[in-house]
């Protein structure tokens, strides 16, 4: 299988010095492209800025914030057989990024900020792609509603949703816990290592692309 996999944070410019971004480590995208590889997938990682290692076997495109991250994906979804949006992916970015830094000149300062375009939702609306498509969703309440709503909504087959709000899972921890949410059942996968939830995530993608075919 060919598979695109999204992960790790975006950053968003302020300024030449400055940026918004969020706590994504990118373990878990890069543990799915490590594991994916291993089983002798054909793996592209676009990955926002992390401080880890490039798995093995995997190709690469860096970039930075949530354009760049639209852009290659629009230019390279083509041609995966299932892509995976582990990424956290600012949704918003400041309206106008200042060419310069921006000095202290008084006591309070107002951001603008503007919508980011939704890339794992433009994955069947813009894009048309018609592989396997899996979601994530970061949640700190309803983390089945939540999920529901984002799977029927971006027209995913699945959504591995996980509960950001809990401590030693989610955001940069080595662990997570997750609920995989298809159309029409759930599975409650137990706290473990994200090496060993991303074996049966990508058993998951397996299955769910042998049965398209
Ligand atoms: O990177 P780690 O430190 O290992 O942490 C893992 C994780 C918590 C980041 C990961 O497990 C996770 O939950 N990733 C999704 C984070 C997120 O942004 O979730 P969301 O519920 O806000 O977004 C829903 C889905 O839409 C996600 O698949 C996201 O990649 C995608 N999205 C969101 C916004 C946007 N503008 N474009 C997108 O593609």
């Given at each position: 299988?060919n598979?695109l996999?999204?992960?790790?944070?975006?950053?968003?410019?302020?300024?030449?010095?400055?940026?918004?971004?969020?706590?994504?480590?990118?373990?878990?995208?890069?543990?799915?492209?490590e594991?994916?590889?291993?089983?002798?997938?054909?793996?592209?990682?676009?990955?926002?800025?992390?401080?880890?290692?490039?798995?093995p076997?995997?190709?690469?495109?860096?970039?930075?914030?949530?354009?760049?991250?639209?852009?290659?994906?629009?230019?390279?979804?083509?041609?995966?057989?299932?892509?995976?949006?582990?990424?956290a992916?600012?949704?918003?970015?400041?309206?106008?990024?200042?060419?310069?830094?921006?000095?202290?000149t008084?006591?309070?300062?107002?951001?603008?900020?503007?919508?980011?375009?939704?890339?794992?939702?433009?994955?069947?609306?813009?894009?048309?792609?018609?592989?396997?498509?899996?979601?994530?969703?970061?949640?700190?309440d309803?983390?089945?509603?939540?999920?529901?709503?984002?799977?029927?909504?971006?027209?995913c087959?699945?959504v591995?949703?996980?509960?950001?709000?809990?401590?030693?899972?989610?955001?940069?921890?080595?662990?997570?816990?997750?609920l995989?949410?298809?159309?029409?059942?759930?599975?409650?996968?137990?706290?473990?290592?994200?090496?060993?939830l991303?074996h049966?995530?990508?058993?998951a993608?397996v299955?769910?692309?042998?049965?398209?075919?």
């Amino acid at each position: 299988m060919n598979l695109l996999i999204t992960a790790g944070p975006t950053r968003e410019a302020i300024d030449p010095v400055r940026y918004l971004t969020n706590r994504s480590s990118g373990k878990m995208g890069y543990a799915l492209a490590e594991v994916a590889a291993r089983h002798g997938h054909k793996v592209l990682l676009v990955s926002g800025p992390t401080s880890l290692d490039l798995p093995p076997g995997v190709d690469f495109l860096p970039v930075e914030s949530a354009a760049d991250m639209f852009d290659a994906v629009r230019n390279q979804i083509g041609k995966a057989d299932a892509a995976v949006f582990a990424a956290a992916v600012a949704d918003y970015r400041p309206a106008a990024p200042s060419a310069e830094k921006i000095k202290k000149t008084s006591e309070t300062m107002t951001l603008e900020l503007v919508r980011n375009p939704d890339i794992l939702g433009s994955a069947r609306a813009t894009f048309h792609f018609p592989g396997v498509l899996v979601g994530f969703a970061a949640e700190t309440d309803d983390l089945e509603a939540n999920a529901r709503a984002k799977l029927e909504k971006k027209g995913c087959d699945l959504v591995v949703a996980n509960d950001v709000s809990r401590p030693g899972i989610g955001f940069d921890s080595d662990h997570n816990e997750v609920l995989l949410v298809y159309p029409d059942r759930l599975e409650p996968l137990a706290r473990d290592t994200k090496d060993r939830l991303a074996h049966i995530i990508l058993d998951a993608i397996v299955e769910l692309h042998a049965s398209r075919a």
